[in-house]
């Protein structure tokens, strides 16, 4: 199953190859890395199937042992750490540091989700009638999992564990830029678990499939919830479609983050979390900071230090650990950064750095003077482009970080705690940290945006409302009356 030829996906626990396959690159090197199956509506439909056909003894099963699945995954996710290192380097351009994190965090993911199947609670509530009046949870039933490249083996596994913990069985379609180390080695983890045919499964398919795979996915009948993590253009089809099927979905879409300076911040909290979170894996995380805005009277003082350390970044090999800008994932999304910052410039932004490529890597680059009007400043460039907006002063500091139809996270750097909550309170996003960028995140937290970027939560408790069914349950003991002429025998 490991060679890289011998591909397959995994349906009701068996590996099911594919008379047709597409090309996954290495987007360091332009080489073919692996043959994946190419799959159609067909196997969709297929997974949908035997998902369905398992569910309920999945639900019924007792908790812990639904857990001890998770906990296992957790275990070999950790003993087979270089592995999913090596695929996240050649198939997805992660830095190696990257996905020494990655991997670490995953097996976080899957421990949260074991834990979780203690925190599926109802409650008690008061009858008029003396009845014994219950709100419950149970699965939906099949959940469907789209996840994305950036971080493929954290984010499918965020969104296929807690689903999987409280009951539901799962199909996954990774990205087709990173099938494997998004699908199909996750695959492997629980098959040596000894996860029951069925409960979880992975369908593969290229670009050119993707459209029907992805709507078997989301428009079969037994699917009852869909969670997936991606772009606003993509998500705002999916919600469309699940929306018509009255179906749950968990969309966690696109951003453009602004970190904001004030005038009172610690400069090197500032330098670090504008670099860490303009840079990390390129800029292509949904929280990357995508926006600097910084007060005027330190604004000198920032760019040219913020310059100076962006010029120290090295481009080149992921695998080695002092070239911390790899590869952008394709040339498609390359070209869309480089647009971005060569039509700023000719709208009269300014490039302090970077602003060239070569193959696929992406210098760091640099803009200031960038206005509202110009696509970098608007759309999200996922790339490792860093656009500074200088601003008066607090209250145009909020206004320009409000002025945007995204609202995924952002930061506030200030010393002023109490100034810093009384900003991020009036930050149109779901999420934001005062003194820390715009890139965090925890298995546990509630995780999504406002705006355009997304509908719902993933992560813990919030995962465990996104996937279950909310029901009212009663105990009559003899209390409620009927109208009179209903009775057999009134009284």
Not at 49 to 72: I, T
Not at 100 to 119: K, P, S
Not at 137 to 159: D, E, K, Q, Y
Not at 212 to 230: A, M, W
Request: include cysteine; aromatic fraction near 8%; hydrophobic fraction near 40%.
């Amino acid at each position: 199953m490991s060679s890289n030829n011998g591909y397959r996906m995994f349906i009701g626990g068996e590996w099911i190859s594919s008379d047709r396959t597409f090309a996954d690159l290495n987007p360091a090197t332009g080489e073919v890395w692996a043959e994946i199956p190419d799959g159609t509506r067909d196997e969709a439909r297929q997974a949908v199937e035997v998902a369905a056909a398992a569910q309920a003894e999945w639900a019924a099963m007792p908790h812990p042992q639904r857990a001890s699945y998770l906990l296992k995954a957790a275990d070999l996710l950790e003993k087979r750490k270089q592995d999913f290192m090596d695929v996240l380097i050649d198939e997805g351009g992660s830095w190696i540091g990257k996905t020494m994190f990655e991997t670490g965090y995953a097996a976080g993911i899957y421990r949260a989700a074991a834990a979780a199947v203690y925190q599926v609670n109802g409650e008690i509530l008061p009858s008029e009638h003396g009845k014994v009046s219950m709100a419950v949870r149970r699965p939906l039933g099949v959940v469907s999992v789209i996840a994305p490249w950036n971080f493929p083996l954290l984010l499918s596994s965020r969104g296929l564990t807690f689903p999987l913990a409280i009951g539901n069985t799962v199909i996954l379609k990774p990205s087709e830029e990173t099938p494997v180390a998004g699908g199909l080695l996750i695959a492997e983890l629980f098959e040596e678990a000894g996860l029951p045919p069925g409960v979880f499964n992975v369908v593969t398919c290229s670009r050119d499939n993707v459209e029907e795979v992805g709507d078997e996915l989301v428009s079969n009948p037994h699917v009852k919830g869909i969670s997936f993590t991606g772009s606003t253009a993509v998500g705002r089809q999916i919600g469309s479609k699940a929306g018509y099927h009255l179906k749950r979905a968990a969309l966690e879409l696109g951003g453009k983050d602004a970190l904001i300076i004030l005038n009172d911040a610690d400069m090197e909290r500032a330098l670090n979390a504008a670099t860490f979170g303009c840079f990390m894996h390129q800029g292509q995380i949904c929280m990357s900071v995508e926006r600097i805005i910084v007060e005027q009277a330190v604004a000198d003082e920032f760019t040219e230090r913020f310059v100076n350390k962006v010029k120290t970044l090295r481009v080149g090999n992921p695998r080695e650990m002092a070239n911390v800008i790899g590869p952008i994932i394709n040339q498609k999304q390359l070209d869309k950064i480089h647009s971005h910052v060569t039509e700023a410039m000719e709208q009269g932004a300014h490039l302090l750095t970077g602003g060239q490529y070569e193959g696929l890597f992406y210098q760091p680059t640099v803009l200031t003077q960038v206005r509202p009007e110009m696509r970098v400043f608007s759309e999200e460039t996922f790339g490792p482009v860093a656009p500074i907006i200088t601003v008066g002063d607090v209250e145009e500091a909020i206004a320009v970080a409000n002025n945007s139809d995204y609202g995924l996270s952002a930061g506030v750097i200030t010393r002023d705690e109490e100034k810093g909550l009384a900003v991020i309170n009036r930050l149109e996003t779901g999420i934001a940290h005062v003194n820390d960028s715009s890139v965090n995140d925890e298995p546990h937290v509630p995780f999504g945006g406002v705006k355009n970027s997304g509908l719902g939560r993933h992560g813990g408790r919030a995962s465990i409302e996104a996937f279950t069914e909310l029901r009212w349950l009663t105990l009559e003991r003899g209390g409620r009356h009927y109208p009179p002429p209903f009775m057999v025998n009134p009284h």
